[in-house]
């Protein structure tokens, strides 16, 4: 299976230092690697991995002085796997919902995990009664 794997760029994969998302990325991409999977990782240039690096930024952005917001480089990621789409059979995206209004044509091949605290989406929402 041809698959794609799409991680935040805030820290490379597997991590250096703190990391839970990048290094959950990594641990299934190797994973799957092993198990013989065409992988490709779409992650941060500094990751090691032994899946094809499709590089959406040169070093993690968290180790990058210059960078201010990392929501741009995630988007011109996301435009990176999208122009590739139709080389994978599955898309697995690790990227919060960046993707969501970009792929309905592809969402019968994608998947998404989210990673964050998602008991802070009830607090956002106004109470009933």
């Keep these: ?3 794609a794997q799409i991680a935040p760029l805030t820290e490379r994969c597997p991590p250096r230092l703190y990391g839970g998302t990048e290094r959950i ?3 299934l991409t190797e994973e799957l690697v092993r198990q013989g999977h065409d992988v490709t990782l779409f992650a941060s240039g ?4 032994s899946a094809r690096l499709e590089s959406g930024a040169h070093q993690a952005l968290r180790f990058d002085p210059r960078i201010k917001d990392g929501a741009p480089h995630h988007i011109l990621m996301l ?5 590739q789409a139709d080389q994978f059979d599955v898309m697995h995206f690790h990227v919060d919902i960046f993707h969501f209004p970009l792929i309905r044509h592809l969402a019968g091949r994608s998947v998404t995990t989210l990673h964050g605290r998602l008991d802070r989406c009830r607090q956002n929402r106004p109470s009933a009664g």
């Design 25 to 27: 990325v990594s641990y």
């Design 1 to 3: 299976m041809r698959i």
């Design 79 to 83: 435009d990176q796997v999208l122009r």
């Design 46 to 49: 500094d990751s090691q991995t």
